[in-house]
């Protein structure tokens, strides 16, 4: 099955900072989606993009399906912004996706 | 956006007991449903595809008579956990989407299960 890779495993912030996360994955796909997954354990959300760019506030997101890796950028970091960042793209199969391994922010204030 | 909720959140169970897990999406139908099970500091692994009206279809090394799952209408989901043991102490998440081919996902809250 595809393998999914996030860089880096964990990182630290001062609250104001900017990032970027990076997922690579092994096979091509069709969907790659983002989420935020807070210290209560709730996925959230942030972008549905198979390809290009999409922006949402101080987030954006990339995804070059052609080299397989997807880029999520934070921008003037906030403590809220702290938790586990996955990306999924789809596995091949009918809606299924696999989660990568993860990204652990933490902002500081 | 749309929502998924699920219930109970937090669940404490004798070993040998059975629990149910719900999983519902609120505003829209889920042609498709999927549990996922997380570890401490893990990230998610798929449990079970659900498809309404139909057999769940397991991943390996997932046993289907310990983890049962039925998916009865487009807008509920449930698993229940036969004869829980404390291994199965876990994270469990459910996940829906509309028809449709590589549709966004949406997540539900999540249930602690704790099996003392």
């Known amino acids: 099955g595809i393998q999914v890779e996030q860089s880096p495993p964990d990182l630290i912030l001062q609250e104001g900072a900017n990032s970027t996360l990076r997922c690579n994955f092994s096979d091509s796909v069709n969907n790659l989606q983002w989420f935020h997954q807070n210290p209560w354990g709730q996925l959230i959300n942030l972008f549905y993009?198979?390809?290009g760019t999409k922006q949402n506030g101080r987030l954006s997101a990339t995804t070059v399906a052609t080299e397989r890796y997807s880029l999520l950028y934070i921008s003037s970091s906030q403590t809220t912004d702290s938790g586990v960042y996955f990306c999924a793209p789809d596995s091949g199969g009918y809606q299924k996706v696999t989660f990568g391994t993860g990204t652990k922010l933490q902002v500081i204030p | 956006g749309a929502v998924v909720s699920q219930h109970p959140s937090w669940v404490i169970c004798k070993s040998g007991t059975s629990v149910k897990i719900e999983c519902r999406s609120l505003?829209?139908?889920?042609?498709?449903m999927f549990w996922y099970r997380q570890f401490p500091k893990q990230s998610l692994m798929l449990m079970a595809t659900?498809?309404?009206?139909?057999?769940?279809?397991?991943e390996q090394g997932v046993e289907k008579d310990k983890f049962l799952i039925n998916h009865a209408s487009l807008t509920l989901s449930t698993l229940t956990v036969t004869s829980a043991h404390p291994e199965d102490s876990s994270f469990y998440i459910c996940?829906?989407?509309?028809?449709?081919?590589?549709?966004?996902?949406?997540f539900g809250p999540g249930t602690r299960l704790t099996v003392l």
């Open positions: 996940s829906a989407s509309e028809m449709g081919l590589y549709n966004e996902q949406f």
């Open positions: 993009i198979p390809s």
């Open positions: 505003d829209f139908q889920a042609t498709t």
């Open positions: 659900s498809n309404e009206g139909s057999k769940a279809t397991y």
